[in-house]
């Protein structure tokens, strides 16, 4: 009767090591100076990016929250906005601002295939959230628009992948596994 309750026990102190989902929200203050943004910032890859913070107050290029916010370069392909995540998460989106007629929109690629792209966001003086439209797993993403370097972004937000419910069976049925054979080995 002990093992049952030990096992299970277990099986909860597991589970509480795993993962769990958490929003991430890359807001560019924590930058604290003008720059290119560096290549592996909030666990992100942006090395394939020219992506430029800045946190002096210029209209319409307005941050969301505190002072900095980040541009691409102008006139800059939409290659040059990508941005890779290390592992697979889901993207819900970024706040714009800035010249009316530079539209942004999403477009979300795994595995190298191109699998969402977002609604299109023509931005303005006051910041607007661009939502993803897309909740399954991306592992890059492109920023495209006609007029790069003519708009900012701010608030960037995703939440890391979690284990998939067949890796919590998995570990439960192991567990159950061990339990069992801890018992038969008592009992003989």
Not at 59 to 75: I, K, M, N
Not at 76 to 86: L, M, N, Q, V
Not at 137 to 156: E, I, R
């Amino acid at each position: 009767m002990k093992l049952p309750v030990i096992s299970l026990l277990l099986a909860v102190a597991g589970a509480s090591f795993l993962p769990s989902a958490s929003a991430t929200v890359l807001t560019f203050d924590d930058l604290g100076a003008d720059g290119v943004v560096p290549m592996n910032y909030g666990g992100l890859d942006w090395s394939a990016s020219s992506w430029f913070a800045f946190g002096a107050p210029q209209q319409p290029y307005t941050a969301h929250s505190g002072d900095y916010r980040v541009a691409a370069d102008f006139e800059a392909a939409d290659s040059s906005t990508t941005i890779s995540f290390g592992t697979p998460a889901s993207f819900q989106g970024a706040w714009f601002a800035g010249l009316q007629g530079a539209t942004v929109t999403f477009q979300l690629y795994r595995a190298g295939a191109l699998v969402a792209t977002s609604a299109t966001l023509d931005p303005g003086e006051t910041p607007q959230f661009l939502a993803s439209g897309y909740s399954g797993l991306v592992d890059k993403l492109v920023v495209a628009s006609p007029s790069q370097g003519s708009y900012v972004m701010d608030d960037f937000s995703f939440t890391a992948a979690v284990p998939e419910p067949q890796t919590y069976a998995l570990l439960l049925a192991g567990l159950c596994a061990l339990s069992i054979a801890a018992r038969r080995r008592a009992n003989q």
